[in-house]
């Protein structure tokens, strides 16, 4: 079983930047494929991006490809996504989760795959 914290969330104003932490427990943590999404009020929840286990290969949505970058501290057991450039439509609850799918492309991701989440971070970007 692996257990999942996120943390890093809070309200940043638009063109700043935020990192959030994945912080995995847990057997085995280096085989499973690590991915962010997000949920925005009255929307449903979008893959923002992943990293692959093994290689760490990394991918994102095309709304964010450019401006966060996702990466992995495997002695840490931890997960990263540096966000920067945000702007509002930003804003959302970003949630990491586990599987062990590999993840070769962001548009194969798919929530129902998912073995593990956290309880997720909540990002608020102003004006």
């Known amino acids: 079983e692996v257990r999942l914290v996120e943390s890093g969330g809070g309200l940043v104003q638009a063109g700043g930047s935020l990192r959030l932490s994945c912080a995995a427990s847990?057997?085995?943590?280096?085989?499973?494929?690590i991915s962010w999404f997000r949920q925005a009020p009255g929307k449903e929840r979008e893959v923002v991006s992943c990293?692959?286990?093994?290689?760490?290969?990394?991918y994102y949505a095309d709304s964010v490809k450019g401006r966060f970058t996702i990466s992995s501290d495997i002695a840490k057991n931890t997960v990263y996504l540096q966000m920067n450039s945000l702007r509002q439509g930003d804003t959302a609850v970003y949630y990491c989760a586990a599987t062990l799918y590999y993840c070769s492309n962001i548009d194969y991701v798919d929530s129902h795959h998912m073995s593990y989440w956290g309880k997720g971070t909540l990002v608020t970007v102003s004006s």
């Open positions: 990293i692959s286990s093994g290689n760490g290969s990394p």
């Open positions: 847990g057997s085995s943590f280096e085989d499973y494929s």
